[in-house]
């Protein structure tokens, strides 16, 4: 079936360095794919998507390109800040029988810790 | 405006109770997802709502699972005779998508800030 694997954390940066959290995914035909974060005491939140083969989400300074050819969706950012701080989530939707409304699958999360 | 809201936030039940989880959609979001969330992983689907009709139960992890949706709005999750491997973070996520919709896979779920049941 469908899934997501994400890299292992915990993840720990010093301000304004570059981060990378990689995800690969299994899935049938070319889903859609997404990155959600959770900040401390807050509920998941989208952080960018997308949609088809090539395609480039951005949000927040943070990027990620889905690439079909390495089944990947890595998740970016040039400079982090402390307020990045998060737990990073790499999902897809997962086929149901072929009526896709869009439930979720998603990998185990990374934890993610800059510090000043 | 408002987001999905979750009631209680927190909550601890000895084994053997029954507790009940309310979720507050988006003011006319037509879908409903409920997940479960183990400490340091990532959620797990439970089931699905289009309006009040429970289109998808799969991933409710036994029959003491139950959950409701009767008006279409206001979600209930109950679980009964709560045992310790329950204990978790319950997600509830809303969004405007129904199961026919063209959007279907690349539309946005809005998750509310999560119940956190601990069974002791």
């Known amino acids: 079936g469908d899934s997501v694997t994400q890299m292992e954390g915990p993840v720990t940066l010093s301000e304004e360095a570059f981060l990378t959290i990689n995800c690969t995914y299994t899935?049938?035909?070319?889903?859609?794919l997404f990155w959600y974060v959770q900040y401390p005491g807050e509920g998941l939140q989208l952080l960018l998507k997308?949609?088809?083969?090539?395609d480039k989400g951005s949000n927040k300074g943070f990027e990620a390109t889905y690439r079909k050819e390495t089944t990947s969706f890595h998740l970016e950012k040039g400079s982090v800040q402390v307020s990045d701080s998060a737990v990073y989530f790499c999902?897809?939707?997962?086929?149901?029988?072929?009526?896709?409304?869009?439930?979720?699958?998603f990998g185990q999360g990374t934890i993610l810790t800059v510090h000043p | 405006g408002a987001g999905v809201s979750q009631s209680p936030r927190y909550k601890v039940a000895k084994r053997g109770q029954d507790v009940a989880l309310r979720c507050d959609p988006i003011?006319?979001?037509?879908?409903l997802f409920w997940y479960q969330q183990a400490l340091g992983q990532g959620p797990e689907f439970l089931t699905y709502?289009?309006?009040?009709?429970?289109?998808?139960k799969s991933g409710l992890p036994s029959d003491r699972f139950f959950a409701e949706r009767p008006e279409g709005s206001v979600s209930t999750l109950k679980i009964q005779r709560t045992q310790q491997e329950d204990s978790a973070v319950y997600l509830c996520?809303?969004?405007?998508?129904?199961?026919?919709?063209?959007?279907?896979?690349?539309?946005?779920?809005?998750f509310g800030p999560g119940t956190r049941l601990t069974v002791l």
């Open positions: 999902a897809l939707p997962r086929d149901a029988g072929g009526t896709s409304y869009g439930k979720l699958t």
């Open positions: 899935a049938t035909g070319y889903p859609s």
């Open positions: 709502f289009q309006n009040e009709a429970q289109l998808d």
């Open positions: 996520a809303s969004s405007l998508l129904n199961w026919r919709g063209r959007l279907a896979g690349s539309n946005e779920q809005f």
């Open positions: 997308a949609t088809k083969a090539d």
């Open positions: 003011s006319g979001h037509v879908s």
